[in-house]
Every structure is written in C-alpha cells, then in structure tokens.
C-alpha cells in the first residue's frame, strides 16, 4: 500500500482492521503505532518515491544534484534502521514514556 498512498491514508484505511487484531495476539497499540510511525518516516526518507529528497532537491542549491541527496541520506537511513531493531528488540525504549505518563 505504501507504494499507492501515504502514511495517513494507509493508517484511516487498514488501522480498523489491523489494530484488534494486534490487541488480540497481545501487542501492545501503542508499541505497534511507534513501529508504524518510524517505517514511514524512513519510507519518506528512501527510493522508489522519498517525499522528503525532492522537498530537499526543491531547497538546494543548484549544484546539488539528486544523486547527491540520495548518497546523503545512507547515514540516517542506517540509524533509523538499527533504531527500529531496537525497538523491535526492546519495546520498552518505546513505552517507558507511556507508561510513566499513563501509570498502570
């Protein structure tokens, strides 16, 4: 779907479905939301269609060219990536807010 619609569009269309289903086999929403939240931000940040490469295209200079901005991001795209497994690995990092904001 991501390849059709954007973060927003996916999340009203299949969140109805998705989210009891993730409650049921004993997620937790809100962990599951940040997982969401980081993957379409490295989405906007990679190929085939990076919202955010032709918004920095757009700002740069004209001797910057797109090939450029596409090396430039591997740096945050790895970070955002190895953040992500830590998440997956660790949900705790995701919902030590949450939970001290909403105690149990």
Known sequence: MGMFLDDTA???IVAPLYIPLIIALGFNPIWYGVLYTV???IAYMT???G?????M????????ILVDIYGSIVPFVTL????LGLIIAFPQIALYLPELYFPK
């Open 10 to 12: 996916m999340l009203v």
């Open 57 to 64: 295209k757009a700002m740069a200079p004209k001797e910057v």
């Open 80 to 83: 955002m990536v190895i953040g």
């Open 51 to 55: 919202y955010n490469l032709f918004l």
């Open 47 to 49: 190929s085939p269609f």
């Open 39 to 41: 993957t379409c931000q």
